[in-house]
């Protein structure tokens, strides 16, 4: 599946389940090196969740083995950094502004059908350079950042941690399994669960959570699945902010990067506007067996679940059209049965004429009122073989459809199985204020179904937004798409002036213009916590020029120029696209783990550089979790080497000055860990920016945290 929609819309398509990383060797006799230890770290702002998975892979052949690493990244999850340890050294791999290599495949076959399974739709697959030798150990670090699925008040994070599917391959006990879920929120945090596994501990302030969870010995066979749930009392339209020095921008577009998140009121008190309504199913041969079945399905619960208000109709292709109605009626309880009874009769067989189906489709609409969101829904699993077959002439076609009947229609499309004309569902979708999406041939009926749910609710029709004065720029998803109840519009955008200015959110609803004002401040320095805004902008930019790039034949000058842009985008705010990847790598001495944060190394007159090469003999890591924090966080370092003595733990303030110190027992090869909680010791420090350092035996790490309140 290509998944070509912008972010915004991702936000309303359920998020797929993924799980731990796999190593395939290049040798035969193993397919696949067992893994021994997962560490989960998560970090989430709001919605924005910055993942880091450290693994830690076991060669147990005799051989020195060169290896993929290959990780199911989430569909809209973009990787920040990828580390790596193998004999005794660390390595960061590389940004390239080349596509990523492919499975191999292991050392006894090829790729096999369960392992692309196991991958997904959007694997992450790195080949490394260094061998890993005989009974020896390979750790890896992934940090990848993802916005968080939502809706009505729920927000869900998953990291699967299953390796059912692999499970002959990779039969064994996991050493150590461990999940640390740190959340902050502006929105007050009403509940948090671990739906997956029992959690060790839960806490909850409400502007901040915690989940730990760790077991060992045991098999990783099972998800990890967390739900939060925001207070619904607060809605409205949040602001986040940063604003960077010259040095770190690498555009003409602002120092400034904004994240607006906007959502109306979902409970009763929020009218909803009438929808008129039209199902298009493909019922050409290809679609006989489950597909028609499910087709079936998910157009009798979508019937089972319009509005009263809403007016309907279902047509349905194959070489011949056909229609429910011939015009968009009421939805009635006789309507609704007579359309369930239409439905039951569905069968696929003949070609696929997709100009017919919008050809009866399109005209319905001209008697619907400005007034109501004209929705269409078309899903088909193969290209157009009948009616219009050029590809161009059927775009211009729907086009000019829509153009005569002087219908506002939003047209949302969806590809089933890998048969289909991207080019064609994209363009229809983005040239009519839609989507476009790719499904398996078995996630017909769930994902259709949930997405009518996600769309079944309009408040704002014909968006728009307006800033006074106009200092606002490069503001992504480019086209807005109408606002439901219980959804959110988020927006990512620059600017270069930090000074007060009026955001408006407009559009229609029932008839009659609708403005929402704002005045969001606008932060005219480094905000640390809010370092995944310009990520988040750049992924959103990158997502809408992919919709543009799919529109065009590759290979085109067009094409070739949106390409371009992709890759300096992703090269220059490090988050991989697909025309990018992870490729070589090079030796990192002391390298900073908090750097996965966005953090910054230098603010004020804190100065913390790189340390030496004799870390990576002794100290190998330090960081805290969670960071930023307002109570208390964990200072945690590694130590590489079986040595007895004290490790001194040093906390300074931003002007430089010793704010605390603790002494830290070392007993051998190991990792330690000190819960700084300045809120119930001292309960007088002031919030801000702090730097620590850990000493032991002659060797320093550095790093730095914020503390709020």
Same mark, same amino acid.
């Given at each position: ?23 395939? &060797? ?12 997962? *560490? ?56 390239? !502004?080349?596509?990523? +290599? ?28 260094? &061998?890993?030798? %005989? ?61 997956? @596994?029992?959690?060790?501990?839960? =806490?909850? *302030? ?9 077991? %060992? ?27 960077? &020095?010259?040095?770190? $921008? ?13 959502? &109306? ?24 067996? +489950? ?6 399905? /998910? !157009? ?31 939805? *009635? ?14 069968? /696929? ?12 489709? $399109?005209?319905?609409?001209? !008697? ?17 073989? /009948?009616? $219009?077959? +050029? ?15 002087? %219908? ?37 009926? #769930? ?71 704002? #005045?969001?401040?606008?932060? +005219? ?7 995944? $805004? ?8 990158? /997502? ?11 290979? *085109? ?22 025309? =990018? ?62 040595? @007895? ?23 051998? #090869? ?24 850990? @000493? ?14």
């Amino acid at each position: 599946m290509k998944n070509i929609i912008t972010l915004i819309y991702v936000l309303f398509l359920s998020t797929t389940l993924y799980a731990n990383g796999v190593i395939i &060797p290049d040798s035969a006799g193993i397919k696949y090196l067992p893994l021994i230890s997962s *560490t989960v770290e998560v970090s989430v702002d709001g919605q924005v969740a910055i993942t880091k998975a450290t693994q830690i892979f076991l060669n147990t052949t005799e051989d020195s083995l060169k290896i993929q690493y290959a990780f199911p990244m989430p569909l809209e999850a973009s990787a920040l950094s990828l580390f790596y340890k193998t004999n005794s050294q660390w390595y960061e791999a590389k940004f390239s !502004a080349t596509e990523q +290599d492919s499975i191999s495949g292991g050392g006894e076959t090829t790729v096999d059908y369960e392992l692309l399974t196991y991958l997904g739709e959007n694997p992450l697959i790195y080949s490394m350079d260094q &061998p890993i030798y %005989a009974d020896s150990t390979l750790t890896v670090e992934l940090v990848y950042v993802e916005l968080l699925e939502y809706k009505l008040g729920k927000v869900n994070y998953n990291y699967p941690n299953d390796y059912d599917i692999i499970a002959d391959s990779i039969d064994r006990s996991i050493d150590l399994q461990k999940l640390q879920f740190r959340l902050l929120s502006d929105r007050t945090i009403t509940d948090i669960k671990l739906l997956s @596994h029992t959690a060790d501990s839960i =806490t909850n *302030t409400g502007t901040g959570a915690n989940i730990f969870y760790s077991i %060992a010995g045991q098999k990783a066979n099972q998800d990890y699945s967390i739900q939060y749930m925001l207070s619904q009392e607060e809605l409205g339209l949040y602001s986040y902010s940063t604003f960077l &020095p010259d040095t770190m $921008i690498p555009d003409p577009y602002g120092n400034g990067f904004f994240l607006f998140v906007a959502e &109306p009121d979902p409970s009763e008190n929020q009218k909803v506007i009438d929808k008129v309504f039209t199902l298009i199913i493909d019922r050409s041969g290809s679609m006989s067996g +489950d597909k028609i079945v499910q087709a079936r399905n /998910a !157009a009798k619960f979508i019937t089972q679940n319009l509005n009263l208000g809403d007016k309907f109709n279902i047509i349905d292709f194959a070489s011949d059209i056909t229609s429910f109605r011939g015009e968009h009626v009421d939805f *009635t309880g006789e309507n609704e049965t007579a359309a369930l009874a239409y439905i039951d009769n569905l069968l /696929a067989t003949g070609s696929t004429n997709i100009s017919g189906a919008f050809g009866e489709a $399109i005209p319905q609409f001209s !008697a619907a009122s400005s007034n109501t969101a004209n929705i269409i829904i078309f899903f088909t699993d193969g290209q157009q073989t /009948a009616g $219009i077959t +050029d590809t161009d002439q059927l775009i211009e076609y729907v086009d000019n459809l829509a153009v005569q009947n002087e %219908a506002k229609i939003s047209i949302f499309t969806f590809g089933i199985g890998s048969s289909t004309n991207e080019r064609l569902l994209t363009t229809l979708a983005a040239n009519n204020n839609g989507l476009a999406d790719f499904l398996g041939s078995d996630e017909l009926e #769930e994902k259709i179904t949930e997405f009518y749910l996600l769309i079944r609710n309009p408040v704002l029709i014909n968006t728009s937004i307006l800033a006074e004065p106009g200092l606002l720029a490069e503001i992504y998803p480019r086209r807005l798409p109408n606002l439901y109840k219980g959804q959110q519009m988020i927006l990512a955008g620059r600017y270069d002036e930090a000074v007060p200015f009026q955001l408006t959110l407009g559009g229609e609803a029932f008839g009659d213009p609708v403005s929402y004002a704002y #005045e969001p401040v606008l932060s +005219d320095s480094i905000i640390p916590q809010y370092a995944f $805004i310009p990520k988040i902008w750049a992924k959103q930019k990158i /997502a809408d020029l992919l919709t543009e790039y799919y529109q065009l034949n590759p290979g *085109t000058t067009e094409a070739d120029s949106i390409k371009s842009v992709i890759i300096d985008i992703s090269l220059d705010y490090r988050v991989i696209s697909p025309f =990018t990847s992870f490729k070589g790598s090079f030796e990192t001495n002391g390298r900073d783990d908090q750097s996965y944060t966005g953090g910054y190394t230098a603010v004020g007159s804190l100065e913390f550089d790189n340390v030496s090469e004799a870390v990576n003999r002794l100290l190998l890591s330090c960081r805290n979790f969670p960071n930023p924090f307002r109570h208390s966080t964990t200072i945690a370092f590694e130590v590489t080497e079986g040595i @007895h003595g004290q490790a001194t733990i040093s906390i300074y303030d931003a002007l430089g000055r010793l704010v605390a110190e603790y002494i830290i027992t070392v007993e051998g #090869e190991d990792e330690y860990e000190l819960i700084w909680n300045p809120a119930e010791s001292q309960p007088d420090l002031a919030a801000g920016l702090f730097g620590y350092t850990i @000493h032991l035996n002659g060797e320093t790490l550095k790093g730095m945290m914020i503390y709020q309140k």
